[in-house]
């Protein structure tokens, strides 16, 4: 039973232009969510997080919206950078739960020169 | 800030023979880390929480005599792989949870190859 779900496993974007990552979740319980990148043989970098309580927070070009009655959430990139090109995990965890999070199965985003 | 360090970052081992992986937290004091695994292509599994001295709580399927973990300090945690088989070979990553904060911050991983 996946309670994250990054249905879109890839996704090529020109240079400058937005990127847009989609992400869904199953589990009403979760109330933080976040945004990772990886690179190969590399650990996940943090992005940026949205609390329940809020629809959007934004860092730079990174902003991520919360649609909690849909239980979707997205990570907008713009403008979009060679460098962005990487596989973006979301996840998500429950206050009470011993902080754990459950990741997606990632989107790996190209960004095309 | 908030910086996890791995060591080794690769390692092979042969068959039968344990392999230690260390995880800090470089900046900052964490009573809980987690050990994930990922498979290739594949999303990051979470294996184990491990808390700061008392024991690891292990997810489902993991079993806790083959992967040994030990917080002993608020900045160090050690999964030891028992007994390595072939079928261990992964990628190992550490994460550490910031006190008072959501996010994890992650260590660079760990390559396991057992031959």
């Known amino acids: 039973d996946q309670q994250v779900k990054q249905n879109s496993p890839s996704l090529s974007v020109q240079e400058g232009r937005i990127s847009i990552l989609n992400c869904d979740y199953t589990?009403?319980?979760?109330?933080?969510f976040l945004w990772y990148k990886k690179y190969p043989a590399e650990g996940p970098t943090f992005l940026i997080s949205?609390?329940?309580?809020?629809d959007k927070n934004e860092d730079g070009r990174f902003t991520v919206f919360l649609n909690k009655s849909a239980k979707h959430l997205s990570l907008h990139i713009v403008p979009s950078q060679p460098g962005d090109s990487a596989v973006y995990f979301c996840?998500?965890?429950?206050?009470?739960?011993?902080?754990?999070?459950?990741f997606g199965s990632g989107t790996q985003l190209t960004v095309l020169p | 800030g908030a910086v996890v360090s791995q060591h080794p970052s690769w390692v092979i081992c042969k068959s039968g023979t344990s392999v230690k992986i260390e995880c800090r937290s470089l900046?900052?004091?964490?009573?809980?880390m987690f050990w994930y695994r990922q498979f290739p292509k594949q999303s990051l599994m979470l294996m184990a929480t491990?808390?700061?001295?008392?024991?690891?709580?292990?997810e489902q399927g993991v079993e806790k005599d083959k992967f040994l973990i030990n917080h002993a300090s608020l900045t160090l945690s050690t999964l030891t792989v028992t007994s390595a088989h072939p079928e261990d070979s992964s990628f190992y990553i550490c994460?550490?949870?910031?006190?008072?904060?959501?996010?994890?911050?992650f260590g660079p991983g760990t390559r396991l190859t057992v031959t």
């Open positions: 994460s550490a949870r910031v006190p008072g904060r959501y996010e994890q911050y």
């Open positions: 589990n009403s319980m979760f109330d933080y």
């Open positions: 949205i609390s329940s309580i809020k």
């Open positions: 996840a998500a965890g429950a206050s009470g739960s011993a902080r754990q999070l459950t």
């Open positions: 900046d900052f004091q964490a009573t809980t």
């Open positions: 491990s808390n700061e001295g008392s024991k690891a709580t292990y």
